[in-house]
């Protein structure tokens, strides 16, 4: 009988590129690749954008005395503390600022819109956690690791045509 070679044809290899991690897991820590800092616009901010169900936030950062301000209308503005009225909510904005140990080193002002003040507050914990990472990369690491720049995408799922609600059912009848 003749045997044939049955051998999966050899896939290429990619190209490898120059990076900052090191190939051994000797001694060495493995980390992460910093990119460059973005420059702040022509301004001065830092711009970040948070979403979570409907709301949406946009923050703006620069370095300061740690004022954190949320705008309402055109020219006025409020504090956090004046805007949540949960704690919950108020720890959620400053939590980026915690765990970089930027409290006090920036100053971050915010508009919202839409949602009520839960996501709200969440939508403001994911912009300034995006404005830092622009402002700081070497912040990234930090802030992913504690789950600041990941979008949460849960919404709220659609009523269906024909029943009183996304998953409610009118009441069957068997007789």
């Known amino acids: 009988m003749n045997e044939q070679n049955t051998a999966a044809p050899a896939i290429?290899?990619?190209p490898s590129a120059p990076s900052a991690m090191p190939t051994s897991m000797g001694d060495a820590p493995m980390t992460r690749p910093v990119a460059a800092?973005?420059?702040?616009?022509?301004?001065?901010?830092?711009?970040?954008?948070g979403r979570r169900k409907t709301?949406?936030?946009?923050?703006?950062?620069?370095?300061?005395?740690?004022?954190?301000?949320?705008?309402?209308?055109?020219?006025?503005?409020k504090s956090v503390n004046e805007y949540f009225t949960e704690a919950r909510d108020r720890a959620d904005v400053a939590s980026p600022l915690k765990v970089t140990?930027?409290?006090?080193?920036?100053?971050?002002?915010?508009?919202?819109?839409?949602?009520?003040y839960m996501g709200q507050?969440?939508?403001?914990?994911?912009?300034?956690?995006?404005?830092?990472?622009?402002?700081?990369?070497?912040?990234?690491?930090?802030?992913?690791?504690?789950?600041?720049?990941?979008?949460?995408?849960?919404?709220?799922?659609?009523?269906?045509?024909?029943?009183p609600g996304a998953r409610r059912r009118?009441?069957?009848s068997k007789r």
């Open 37 to 49: 800092p973005e420059p702040p616009d022509a301004h001065g901010w830092w711009w970040g954008t």
């Open 101 to 116: 140990q930027l409290t006090g080193k920036l100053d971050i002002v915010a508009r919202l819109d839409g949602g009520g």
């Open 12 to 14: 290429p290899a990619r």
């Open 121 to 163: 507050a969440q939508a403001m914990r994911l912009a300034i956690s995006r404005a830092i990472k622009k402002y700081d990369p070497s912040m990234e690491g930090v802030l992913r690791d504690h789950g600041f720049l990941t979008r949460d995408a849960r919404e709220v799922e659609r009523k269906k045509p024909g029943q």
């Open 55 to 77: 709301a949406v936030s946009r923050a703006r950062i620069r370095p300061g005395n740690g004022e954190v301000k949320i705008q309402v209308a055109r020219g006025k503005y």
């Open 170 to 172: 009118f009441q069957f």
